[in-house]
């Protein structure tokens, strides 16, 4: 058994920290590969290192000084090397960063030093072998992730590595320019190093104890997710939960490896196991419910619309031409409504209506803003009849008016649209439905 593990900037904070995620690791020997993040936030309004690096990489970008910003990081890091009682230095390091930072060595280079000297640390503490992520991943000419190359030299550095740090986040261009993946990365790089070893569980060690089935801040206590599917999770990830970086998905998917989030504090706690596929069903019927607010709807009226060929494509390439993309397009016989971000749309507003009059001479179009959608998702829903009815009449006794219904023929998800005022009571009204109390 080997598995890959990747702790994010808050299991990484402080040398308290640093030391949990040790005994995590030595726990078990399968525990082999780790991929840390840069230190994170160590109480609410703390700055995480990338940031800080961000900022003074500004600094020496502007020729300004930027010496007490760079020893400010370097601080950071101190303090957990001397909470772990080890016996390293990273004055050259530091010395090395600040000659590229007057070079310009550019912004990702930057932002990486953050996981990179983790990664020494990590490496040190652990005394696992301690592999620069610029050597095994690597990003093509334009700056484009490039996979498949990745693979392979990652499977050849780590074929005889027996444990290893590799730090998150970032990787090389061809001429060896630093370049980071977006936000979050190093969930990216955990993932990528799963695949190459071919790992048996990715494990991405965060501060919450998996997924939940509704967000916290709107329904008390919710229940949390056990196992869902690589599906369900898009499904509910696109609608804003956000544990996992969105692209973490893609390399280990490739080959059935399963991703379990966990916490570092609250080791015992199983977490989420996200899976391809699975028979294990959810007890509640749904796994999960996500929703967004912000949402602004078309609506496009057209007498015999519906035997109009090539209406629908003219009405979407107004958008398309107006660099907004739309969420759901829910359609009637003579109408058809379009829902776009709100701050996609508002710049655009009036140009964008001029074009639909242009473009298809409707009757009229009615714009509704400040709608919210929500989406109940699981693969527990297909075949169980009922399901939407039950949803849709304790939203009617609650006093929720639906503006909009979308169930795709997957049966995995129903959408539903809103006002913004309903939005978290909607929320609320569909967790009680599928989660009664006692569970
Ligand atoms: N340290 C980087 C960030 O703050 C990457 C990561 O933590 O995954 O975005």
Redesign the pocket.
């Known amino acids: 058994m080997v598995k890959v593990v990747k702790f994010?900037?808050s299991s990484l904070a402080s040398a308290e920290q640093f030391k949990k995620v040790g005994n995590i690791i030595r726990a078990e020997e399968s525990r082999r590969f780790v991929v840390p993040?840069?230190p994170?936030k160590r109480f609410s309004d703390d700055t995480?290192v990338?940031?800080m690096l961000y900022k003074c990489y500004a600094e020496a970008e502007a020729g300004k000084n930027f010496d007490k910003q760079l020893k400010a990081i370097e601080e950071r890091y101190n303090e957990i090397i001397k909470g772990l009682g080890l016996r390293l230095s990273l004055k050259e390091q530091f010395e090395t960063i600040k000659k590229n930072f007057e070079a310009k060595a550019g912004s990702d280079y930057a932002?990486s030093r953050?996981?990179f000297l983790n990664g020494i640390i990590m490496a040190n503490y652990l005394g696992f072998e301690f592999i620069d992520a610029a050597l095994v991943i690597c990003f093509d000419k334009n700056g484009e992730f490039d996979s498949e190359k990745t693979n392979k030299v990652m499977t050849e550095k780590l074929k005889n590595v027996k444990s290893a740090v590799i730090p998150?986040?970032y990787g090389a261009m061809p001429n060896g320019a630093i370049k980071t993946f977006s936000?979050?990365?190093?969930?990216v790089t955990g993932s990528i190093v799963a695949r190459a070893i071919r790992a048996d569980v990715y494990e991405n060690w965060t501060d919450v104890s998996g997924f939940l089935v509704a967000d916290p801040r709107i329904v008390d206590n919710p229940k949390s997710i056990d196992i869902i599917t690589y599906k369900e999770l898009r499904e509910l990830s696109y609608m804003g939960a956000s544990v996992l970086?969105e692209s973490a998905i893609f390399p280990v998917r490739k080959e059935g490896i399963p991703i379990n989030i966990r916490n570092t504090n609250a080791p015992e706690d199983k977490g989420t196991f996200i899976v391809e596929t699975t028979c294990n069903r959810p007890d509640c019927i749904i796994t999960g419910i996500a929703g967004k607010k912000g949402f602004v709807s078309i609506t496009i009226d057209k007498d015999m619309m519906n035997s109009e060929i090539g209406f629908g494509r003219k009405v979407l390439q107004v958008f398309e031409d107006n660099g907004i993309s739309f969420e759901h397009m829910p359609s009637g016989i003579d109408t058809m409504t379009v829902f776009v971000h709100k701050d996609e749309f508002v710049e655009k507003e009036q140009k964008v209506l001029a074009e639909l009059h242009r473009a298809v001479t409707p009757d009229t179009i009615e714009l509704e803003s400040d709608l919210a959608l929500i989406a109940v998702v699981g693969r527990g829903m297909k075949n169980n009849s009922g399901l939407a009815g039950n949803i849709f009449s304790a939203l009617a006794k609650a006093k929720i008016n639906i503006k909009m219904i979308d169930q795709g023929s997957s049966e995995l998800n129903i959408i539903i649209g809103v006002r913004e005022r309903y939005f978290e009571d909607a929320i609320k009204t569909i967790y009680s439905v599928f989660v009664p109390e006692d569970k």
Not at 183 to 187: H, K, L, N, Q
Request: overall charge negative; proline content about 0%; charged content about 25%.
């Open positions: 994010g900037g993040s840069a994170g995480k990338t940031d932002a953050g996981e998150g986040f936000r979050g990365g190093s969930d970086h």
